[in-house]
């Protein structure tokens, strides 16, 4: 069967770019071997952020008294915050399948696992697919830790570990970054004891320490357990319960173990030799700035790329550059955009353009300012100042090379600056704004204002 474009996987890109290139005529398939919607729909955005709304609620009750609201026999109901999570999940996979359906017969989609027999040639079950374009969107599964016995212990990812309907009594978590973070402080506020276990020194390894240390002390005040620097020598079931080893001897004992220790490319199962297709030594998809892969006629889109950016966003963003470079509108490519960023945890850490640990090991001149987020009049008005901000600006243009906020609503906030950075445009611009008050935005411009250069 022929088709102008076949697309593996119905990923944040896969879709946008499937239902859009038949508007515009061409003849479409789209294989999935699992569900629709990807990471995102399935085992990332949609399912976390509905159970962190829950712990989110959880704990604005629990310290309801701060602002003199006095609450009693506080309850979870953890089986009816799964239900509402998976409910919300059928929602967006349903969503999914009807954008799929709507766009017409021209478009078609295939269930099955995909394979390369040859250039620009698939199998999905033992139908044979010839394509004139191929666009791979098969996104990463969780990493397995190279640790001595996890084969042996009944270790979760993110996604099992949603599913379950009764409340882990203790959970260990391996890996301190994005995912880490978000699972540790949801179960704690369900009610969990929680232990994290990471080899970096650092929460969010890749952050400015500053940056990390402030979620540190937010965890810890919260009653999580941080062991940093610790590699971990083996894992071990006894007694119906996981214990570990660090390799200092530490010792720990949990009843559920949760691995969030990074992620990998869905690439083993596609045959890419086939097709002629290079892999790096991750076994992610090589692409150069325009998506275009080592196979004439063939790209790769979403987290398949990686090692980063990860994000949702990206690959929604992904679609719409490589459509334009297909359509011939536009030659963009992936580095020409800005990619912000946000871990939900609360406060949520949220960061936009370098570090300063990057600018330093790259030598780049810049000037910085930080302030505490109990700083802004509005975080002390709703009782929730936990946090700071820090901006770095170029000197002698005054545009941002990078910003970073831990606070409420960061993920709101950090987007003050995302089209200013695309721009090129002084932070002069947010200097000479009126800001209504009070309002979290507003710190972010006293935050620039605190740059000499700017200060009243």
Request: glycine content about 8%.
């Amino acid at each position: 069967m022929k088709y102008d474009v076949f697309i593996i996987g119905t990923g944040q890109a896969g879709v946008p770019l499937a239902t859009r290139l038949v508007k515009v005529g061409k003849k479409v398939a789209i294989a999935e071997s699992g569900y629709l919607g990807g990471t995102c729909v399935n085992t990332g955005c949609t399912p976390t952020k509905t159970m962190i709304a829950s712990a989110k609620a959880m704990d604005v009750v629990r310290n309801a008294s701060r602002l003199g609201v006095r609450v009693s026999n506080l309850h979870i109901d953890f089986p009816y915050v799964v239900k509402r999570k998976n409910e919300i999940v059928r929602q967006w996979r349903e969503s999914v399948r009807e954008k799929i359906e709507d766009a017409g017969e021209n478009l078609s989609l295939i269930k099955g696992e995909a394979r390369f027999v040859g250039p620009k040639e698939i199998e999905v079950i033992e139908n044979r697919y010839k394509a004139d374009i191929v666009i791979i969107n098969t996104g990463t599964r969780p990493t397995i830790p190279p640790i001595r016995g996890i084969e042996s212990v009944p270790w979760h990812y993110n996604d099992t570990i949603m599913q379950l309907e009764e409340l882990p009594s203790r959970l260990l978590i391996i890996g301190g970054g994005y995912i880490g973070c978000e699972f540790a402080q949801m179960f704690r506020r369900f009610g969990s004891e929680v232990t994290i276990i990471e080899m970096a020194n650092h929460l969010l390894a890749t952050e400015d320490s500053d940056i990390s240390e402030t979620v540190e002390q937010v965890f810890r005040n919260e009653g999580i357990e941080l062991n940093l620097g610790k590699k971990i020598s083996g894992v071990a079931q006894k007694n119906g319960n996981i214990h570990m080893e660090l390799e200092d001897g530490i010792r720990l004992e949990g009843s559920h173990l949760l691995c969030a220790a990074g992620r990998t490319p869905n690439t083993d199962k596609l045959n890419c030799e086939a097709a002629g297709i290079e892999l790096d030594e991750r076994g992610y998809i090589v692409a150069d700035n325009f998506y275009r892969t080592s196979a004439d006629g063939v790209y790769a889109v979403g987290d398949v790329l990686g090692p980063f950016p990860q994000f949702t966003h990206s690959s929604w963003d992904d679609h719409r550059l490589l459509f334009d470079l297909l359509m011939n509108k536009g030659n963009r490519g992936r580095s020409d955009r800005v990619i912000p960023f946000t871990v939900f945890t609360d406060p949520q850490v949220a960061r936009v353009g370098k570090t300063q640990k990057e600018l330093d090991k790259e030598g780049i001149q810049y000037e910085i300012a930080t302030m505490p987020f109990e700083n802004v009049a509005r975080a002390i008005e709703i009782d929730e100042p936990e946090g700071m901000m820090k901006v770095l600006i170029q000197p002698e243009s005054e545009e941002l090379l990078g910003a970073a906020i831990v606070g409420a609503e960061a993920g709101e906030l950090i987007h003050i600056f995302v089209p200013l950075m695309y721009a090129h445009v002084s932070m002069r611009a947010i200097v000479e704004s009126e800001f209504v008050h009070p309002t979290f935005a507003e710190g972010v411009q006293s935050l620039v204002m605190r740059l000499p250069r700017y200060s009243l």
